[in-house]
C-alpha cells in the first residue's frame, strides 16, 4: 500500500500541494486529477522522490518511500521524448539498467515488450525515425519493463490513435490485475472514468473530493435528474428547488438543492408538462469535474 | 551494476557513436596542427618565380655590390631568385626618377625598386617601394645585404683587413641548452618549449570545449524532453552527475589517445615538440585535473540552462577562462618564477593551464607541486559540491535561468 500523509510543497512565491492525504492499494488504479496547473505532477514528484515535499511524508508498505523504492516504481511522464539519436532498443537497455534490469534480461523483456505492443520489427531503428504514437510506445515500455510495484502515468493516451489507446487501456487493466499500485493522471475523464477505482481530485493544490469513484457518483448524483418531457418547460427556469438546468429541445437535465426531495420535485411539476420519461442519473466524472472545480 | 557506471557507459557509447563526436575525433587534430603549423610554413615559402627589382642608387656607391649580392640568391630550381634593373639615370633629377619607376611598377614591369640616396648630413635614406609590401624574407635580404656591403665598404676606407671584417660580419647563432633536475640536457629551444606549451593547452581547450558543449547539450536535450526526471526518479543527482563526468572523461581520454596517434603518425614535427616535453606524466595529470574541473562547473552551470543559445553562450564564456593562460604565456615562458605567475599558479581555473606552461619552461619544486596538486583536487572537490546542489534543483526547473539569488538559496536547501 502507498500512502500519502499531509503533503505539502512550497516553493518561493507559491504553494503547489497544500495538506493532501490518500492512500493507494495494490490493484487497484487510481485517477490523480485535476486542471492544468493544480499539483498533479508536483504530487508525482514527490512521491517518486524526485522533489522534497515541504512537509509530509510518503509511505509504501509502512516505509518512508527513500532511494531505496525508487527500483520499483515506473513513470511515464506527462510531456515524452526519449534519445532521438538512439536505438530503440538500446535507449530501453539503458533506462532499464538505471533501475537495475542486467542488460541481458533488459534486452529479453524489451523484445517481448516489443511484441506485445506490436512494434517489434522497430527494435533497431533510432527514435527518431518511428512515428510520434510509436515512440510513445517506446516510452511506456521504458516505464513497465522492470516490473515495477508502483506505476505512475501521467496522460498515458495522449498521442495515440483509438486502437492503439484501446491497446495502452487493456496493458493498464492487465498491469492493475497482476497487483501493481497504479496512479493514472489525467485530463481525459473518460478514460477515468472507465478505468479508475479510486479518484483524487485537486485543485490549486488543495483536494477537491477524493475516494471510491461510484461512492462520489452517487454522493453527487442524487440530485440529478434527467427529464424526458413534451410541453413548455420554460417555467423550470424559475423553479427555486433548481440548483442547475440545462434545458434542450425536450430533453433536460436538472440539479437540485440539497434538501429537495427528488419525488416531491416530480409531483410538483407532473401538472405542467407532459413527463415521457424521469430518471435519477449518476453525474459523468466530467461533470462532477467541472462542478467541483467551479464551486 | 552501479548506477553511476550505468551512466557512464551510456555517455561514452552514445556520444562516441555519433558523426560529431567522429568528426572531432579527427578533425580537431588537424585543425591544431594548422594553427600550430601552417602559419610558420607559409611564412618561410617564397614566391617562386624570378622578380623584377629596380635599383636607384642615387649615391652611385652601392648598385655594383648590390646587384653582385643579391644575384647570389636562387630559387630552388636553381634560376635567380632576383633581375636586377638599374634605373639610375645620370642628369635626371630623383623626384622625375622615382615617377618613372613607380609607372613601371603600376604596369607591373617590376615587382618594386630600392631607392638610395644621401642627404646633406650624411645620412643614407634608404627604400623598398613596391605595390605589395607583404613579402618580409624580401626586406631581410634587401636590408643585410645592403648593410654588409656599407660596413665592407666604411672598413675598408679605414683600412682594415677585408677578410677579418667578412669574418666578424657573419653573425653567431647562439643555441640554448636547457639543464632539468637531473643535469640531464636537452636542446629545447624557446620556440619549440612555446609551441609545445601552446599545443597542450590548445588540446586542453579543444576537449573541454567540445565536450563541455556535448554535456551541456545534452543535460538541456535530458530537460527539454523531461527525460531527466525519469533519471532522476531511477537514480541520485549524484549518480548522475558522477557518471556523466566519468563518461565524458573517458571520451576525452580516449579521444586523445587518438590525436596522439594521428599526431606521431602524420606530423614528424609534432614527435619532435613532444620529446620536448619533459614532466609527460605530471603534463597529463594536471590535464586530466584540469578537464575533470572544467566538467564539474560545466555541469553545474548546463543544469541551470534551458534553451540551446543559453547553453552555447555559457560554453563560449566558460572555454574563455581556460585559455586565458595564454595571455600570460610569454611572461611565463621568460620567467617562470615571477610572482605573478605564481599566483596565477594557485588560481584554480589556471592552475592546469600555467602549470602546463612552468613545467615544460623550467624545474618546480616538489612542494609546489604538490601544493597546485592539492589545491587543485581540492577545488575539483568543492565544485562537485557546489555542483550537484546546483544541479539537483537546475534540472528539474524550466522557464528562465535561476538569478544569483535564487541560485544561493539553492545551495542552502537541505538534500
Not at chain 1, 478505468?195 to 453527487?220: A, H, T, W
Not at chain 1, 440530485?223 to 440545462?246: C, P, R, V
Not at chain 2, 618594386?112 to 613596391?130: D, H, M, T
Request: glycine share 6%; net charge positive; proline share 3%.
Amino acid at each position: 500500500m502507498l500512502t500519502v500523509k499531509n503533503l505539502r510543497k512550497e516553493y518561493t512565491n507559491t504553494v503547489a500541494i497544500d495538506n493532501i492525504s490518500f492512500s493507494l492499494q495494490p490493484g487497484k488504479i487510481f485517477g490523480l486529477i485535476g486542471p492544468n496547473g493544480a499539483g498533479k505532477t508536483t504530487t508525482i514528484r514527490v512521491i517518486l522522490n524526485i522533489i522534497k515535499p515541504t512537509s509530509g511524508e510518503v509511505l509504501f508498505d509502512g516505509k518512508l518511500m527513500d532511494r531505496s523504492i525508487q527500483n520499483v516504481t515506473g513513470y511515464l511522464p506527462e510531456e515524452r521524448g526519449l534519445y532521438k539519436k538512439s536505438s530503440v532498443l538500446d535507449v530501453i537497455v539503458y533506462l532499464a539498467s538505471l533501475k537495475n534490469v542486467s542488460s541481458h534480461n533488459a534486452t529479453q523483456l524489451a523484445i517481448e515488450w516489443l511484441k506485445k505492443l506490436d512494434i517489434l520489427d522497430s527494435k533497431n531503428k533510432k527514435i527518431e525515425e518511428l512515428s510520434k504514437g510509436n515512440q510513445q510506445k517506446i516510452q511506456f515500455i521504458t516505464s513497465v519493463i522492470h516490473d515495477p510495484k508502483i506505476l505512475i502515468l501521467d496522460e498515458p493516451f495522449t498521442g495515440f490513435d483509438p486502437i492503439n489507446q484501446q491497446l495502452i487501456k487493456e496493458t493498464i487493466l492487465s498491469l492493475a490485475n497482476a497487483g501493481k499500485i497504479i496512479v493514472l493522471s489525467t485530463h481525459q475523464m473518460d478514460f477515468a472514468e472507465k478505468l479508475c477505482n479510486d479518484i483524487f481530485l485537486i485543485n490549486k493544490g488543495k483536494e477537491v473530493c477524493s475516494g471510491n469513484l461510484s461512492e462520489i457518483k452517487r454522493r453527487y448524483g442524487t440530485q440529478s435528474i434527467k427529464i424526458e418531457y413534451q410541453g413548455d418547460a420554460t417555467f423550470l427556469n424559475q423553479n427555486k428547488d433548481i440548483a442547475h438546468l440545462d434545458m434542450y429541445q425536450n430533453y433536460a437535465e436538472v440539479q437540485l438543492h440539497d434538501s429537495i426531495n427528488p419525488s416531491l420535485f416530480l409531483r410538483s411539476i407532473v401538472d405542467k408538462i407532459e413527463i415521457k420519461h424521469f430518471s435519477i442519473i449518476e453525474p459523468t466524472l466530467n461533470k462532477i469535474f467541472i462542478d467541483a472545480i467551479k464551486n | 551494476m552501479n548506477k553511476f557506471l550505468a551512466i557512464a557507459k551510456w555517455e561514452f557509447m552514445e556520444k562516441i557513436k555519433s558523426k560529431a563526436m567522429i568528426i572531432s575525433f579527427f578533425l580537431t587534430p588537424l585543425i591544431i596542427l594548422g594553427f600550430s603549423i601552417l602559419p610558420s610554413v607559409f611564412v618561410e615559402k617564397d614566391d617562386a618565380s624570378t622578380q623584377a627589382i629596380g635599383i636607384i642608387d642615387n649615391t652611385q656607391k652601392y648598385f655594383p655590390s648590390l646587384t653582385e649580392k643579391l644575384s647570389e640568391f636562387k630559387l630552388e630550381d636553381k634560376q635567380p631568385r632576383y633581375v636586377i634593373i638599374n634605373l639610375f639615370k645620370q642628369n635626371e633629377q630623383a623626384d622625375s626618377l622615382k615617377a618613372e619607376a613607380n609607372r613601371n611598377v603600376v604596369k607591373k614591369k617590376i615587382e618594386g625598386y630600392i631607392f638610395l640616396s644621401e642627404n646633406g648630413k650624411k645620412e643614407i635614406v634608404f627604400e623598398y617601394r613596391s605595390l605589395s609590401l607583404g613579402n618580409f624574407n624580401d626586406y631581410r635580404r634587401f636590408e643585410d645585404c645592403f648593410n654588409k656591403i656599407r660596413r665592407v665598404q666604411e672598413f675598408k676606407k679605414a683600412n682594415i683587413d677585408t677578410a677579418l671584417v667578412a669574418h666578424l660580419l657573419n653573425n653567431v647563432e647562439m643555441n640554448t641548452v636547457k639543464i632539468d633536475e637531473k643535469g640531464k640536457e636537452s636542446s629545447a629551444d624557446f620556440k619549440s618549449q612555446y609551441f609545445s606549451s601552446f599545443i597542450f593547452i590548445m588540446v586542453l581547450f579543444m576537449v573541454i570545449m567540445i565536450s563541455g558543449g556535448m554535456l551541456v547539450r545534452s543535460l538541456v536535450e535530458e530537460k527539454s524532453n523531461r527525460l531527466i526526471e525519469i533519471i532522476v526518479s531511477s537514480c541520485r543527482p549524484d549518480d548522475i552527475l558522477k557518471g556523466k563526468i566519468l563518461g565524458l572523461s573517458g571520451l576525452t581520454l580516449s579521444q586523445i589517445v587518438v590525436w596522439a596517434l594521428i599526431g606521431t603518425a602524420f606530423a614528424g614535427q609534432g614527435i619532435v615538440m613532444f620529446a620536448s616535453f619533459q614532466n609527460l606524466f605530471l603534463l597529463f595529470v594536471y590535464f586530466i585535473l584540469g578537464f575533470v574541473l572544467y566538467t564539474a562547473i560545466f555541469v553545474g552551470v548546463g543544469s541551470i540552462v534551458t534553451t540551446e543559445q543559453e547553453a552555447q553562450q555559457i560554453t563560449g564564456y566558460l572555454s574563455m577562462i581556460t585559455i586565458s593562460p595564454i595571455v600570460i604565456m610569454i611572461p611565463a615562458m621568460q620567467n617562470p618564477d615571477s610572482l605573478l605567475i605564481r599566483v596565477f599558479s594557485y588560481i584554480p581555473l589556471t592552475t592546469p593551464g600555467v602549470m602546463i606552461l612552468r613545467l615544460n619552461s623550467a624545474p618546480i619544486s616538489t612542494i609546489e607541486i604538490l601544493a597546485t596538486l592539492l589545491e587543485l583536487i581540492l577545488s575539483i572537490y568543492l565544485v562537485i559540491k557546489v555542483s550537484s546542489k546546483i544541479f539537483r534543483i537546475g534540472i528539474l526547473s524550466y522557464g528562465k535561468m535561476p538569478n544569483l539569488k535564487e541560485l544561493f538559496a539553492w545551495l542552502r536547501e537541505k538534500e
